[in-house]
């Protein structure tokens, strides 16, 4: 079993350090005269608070790391999925570098105002929830899948080793060979409440990358 330090990787955040560049050009991609509108219109739909819009450098910055992690700024068109898309700004921003992109969100985002966002900006999204006692099943085969900041366990009801193994394998039956599958997940490294379930996915895939500020793993289907 390893063990990983969490305190050597609540360090690093080396993998999340954008640009100002950056940072401006996505701004001017995502948060323009509709948005605007759109925000004055529905001042309390979802993901109009917590730093989505107008992005701050905290959500945007997350973004745009992906983006560049995974080096869509200059690789040939690719088929992306991104399971809990929330606002759409990591598939737009895929998009501009001339990517196909699709977003799965769950119905209570999708029948709200936030549509209206993805319509916008141009984003095939569907209804999904990932649920441990639900197989997990998707409409296609795609180059890259991304799940950043998906919700997929509770404090009381975490994942076990076993179930990230699983959902990895149901993931791969819908990459295409050589396909990634991106985990960004929501096991934060400053709650020592977690450590079990840090330790679940550790055990199931290793150590996670160093650089990120929660549990990451970039997994390569053969």
Do not use: C
Request: net charge neutral.
């Amino acid at each position: 079993m390893q063990q990983f330090d969490n305190a050597k990787y609540r360090q690093d955040r080396s993998s999340m350090v954008v640009s100002d560049k950056d940072m401006q050009w996505a701004k001017s991609v995502l948060y323009d005269s509709f948005v605007q509108e759109w925000l004055e219109k529905h001042p309390t739909a979802g993901y109009t608070t917590q730093g989505y819009f107008p992005p701050d450098i905290r959500k945007l910055g997350d973004a745009i790391s992906i983006v560049n992690f995974l080096k869509l700024t200059d690789s040939p068109p690719l088929s992306i999925l991104d399971i809990g898309a929330g606002p759409g700004l990591f598939l737009k921003l895929s998009a501009i570098h001339g990517h196909t992109v699709y977003g799965t969100e769950i119905s209570e985002i999708i029948n709200s105002p936030v549509n209206d966002l993805y319509k916008h900006y141009n984003i095939d999204i569907f209804e999904l929830m990932i649920t441990k006692s639900k197989k997990t099943i998707l409409p296609k085969q795609y180059d890259i899948i991304v799940a950043a900041r998906t919700v997929f366990d509770r404090e009381d009801e975490y994942y076990k080793s076993a179930d990230w193994i699983e959902w990895k394998n149901q993931m791969f039956e819908y990459l295409n060979p050589h396909g990634r599958l991106l985990i960004k997940t929501n096991l934060k490294y400053f709650k020592s409440s977690i450590i079990p379930a840090q330790q679940e996915i550790v055990n199931a895939f290793g150590l996670p990358l160093l650089g990120w500020n929660s549990l990451t793993y970039l997994l390569e289907k053969n």
